[in-house]
């Protein structure tokens, strides 16, 4: 018999739902009251659609009553487990308009930044799977913490770093942070790989082929990211970013998978954060010898973008982030608009969720990787 009910992400959400899954409250997706309205026959889900909205704030209003400068205080604040992301997004879009050109050192440190934050996001929903070995969640959280703690030693915050500017970054680390931070990842690199084995084992605990999106499902729901990279899609946008460094670095690859499911997509997250940790050290060593030389360019006190309709796109830790600008020449935009990859993510759990037992359907869901808010906007 097949019966009607309202799963809440969040355990938190228990007034307007059935019942809630048990996922930590640290875990990334349990932030922003999404909810699941799932048939059910036999303790297997039948149907599920995702029902968002709860989290809508009109980002997409406030852009248009922000000047250009102000507007990058407002695009960090989307996917936040990676904020520098919206930052470096936004700037990219008008630079690319303007015709500006980063200075070698900046364009070395914002690929930098874009790792350290790619660690610290894919950390985090490691962190946030229900795994069933404790000692492996706060391993995953503490690896996560040093990365954040130390990033917050430059950046002056936890969540919204705000060091882009146009042309640029507001400032340069120091030599001391840059050598650090290389200390850092090569520590966390070891400690990431000593836990593998453990990781290994719990990963096999998990039912094979649950939760599975096939590369037909990826073009269907337009995912990008490691959620289609599990899947066998083999885009990565950051290989064809020629504004920043990511050509000149030789440990840079390109992580993919076939099967895509559960397993998968946590072995990928995490093969994803050990390359990242490559690319970083080989960043430090690029930028050391270049940190005292310009981070930015001069720009006049107000920027006014030329008339014209404008797109760019990034490839954030979640998938790829397209920004769409409509400018009229004056100081403000007259549309800006924001295409998360996390939207995408939250709806192809229609697909990943047909047939999963109910004491599976947490799995699956902290498996993919998303901010609620970021698709609510």
């Not at 882009?164 to 650090?180: I, M, R, Y």
């Not at 006014?304 to 797109?311: A, I």
């Not at 969720?353 to 990787?369: C, E, F, M, R």
Request: proline share 5%.
């Amino acid at each position: 018999m097949t019966t009607h009910a309202r799963i809440g992400v969040s355990s938190h959400d228990t007034a307007r739902n059935d019942w809630v899954l048990n996922l930590p409250d640290h875990s990334p997706v349990t932030h922003g009251m999404l909810q699941l309205d799932v048939e059910i026959d036999n303790d297997c889900v039948v149907t599920a659609e995702p029902l968002l909205g709860s989290m809508h704030r009109g980002a997409e209003k406030l852009f248009e009553s922000r000047d250009y400068r102000q507007i990058l205080s407002l695009a960090n604040r989307h996917e936040w487990t990676s904020a520098i992301t919206g930052e470096i997004g936004v700037a990219q879009l008008i630079e690319n308009e303007l015709g500006i050109v980063l200075p070698e050192t900046a364009a070395w440190l914002r690929t930098l930044l874009l790792e350290v934050q790619r660690i610290t996001s894919h950390l985090a929903f490691l962190a946030g799977y229900p795994w069933d070995d404790e000692v492996l969640n706060d391993q995953l959280r503490d690896s996560r913490e040093v990365w954040v703690t130390h990033l917050q030693h430059f950046t002056g915050g936890r969540m919204h770093p705000m060091v882009t500017v146009f042309g640029g970054l507001s400032h340069a680390p120091s030599t001391q942070w840059l050598t650090e931070l290389k200390e850092l990842a090569l520590k966390s690199q070891t400690n990431l790989r000593n836990l593998s084995e453990n990781f290994g084992q719990q990963l096999s605990t998990i039912p094979h082929n649950l939760g599975t999106l096939t590369i037909d499902d990826v073009t269907l729901f337009s995912l990008s990211g490691p959620i289609a990279r599990a899947s066998g899609w083999q885009s990565d946008l950051r290989a064809q970013w020629l504004t920043l460094k990511y050509h000149a670095v030789e440990s840079f690859t390109v992580t993919t998978a076939q099967t895509g499911d559960v397993a998968t997509r946590l072995q990928l997250l995490l093969d994803e954060v050990l390359v990242s940790h490559s690319v970083v050290i080989e960043c430090v060593e690029a930028c050391l010898p270049i940190i005292d030389q310009p981070v930015n360019v001069l720009l006049p006190k107000v920027i006014r973008v030329p008339e014209g309709r404008y797109t760019s796109s990034i490839e954030t830790p979640l998938g790829i982030a397209q920004w769409y600008l409509e400018s009229r020449g004056d100081k403000y935009p007259y549309r800006l608009k924001l295409r998360p990859s996390s939207l995408h993510s939250i709806l192809s759990l229609s697909h990943a969720l047909k047939g999963v037992a109910l004491d599976d359907v947490a799995k699956v869901v902290a498996s993919l990787p998303f901010i609620c808010g970021d698709a609510d906007r």
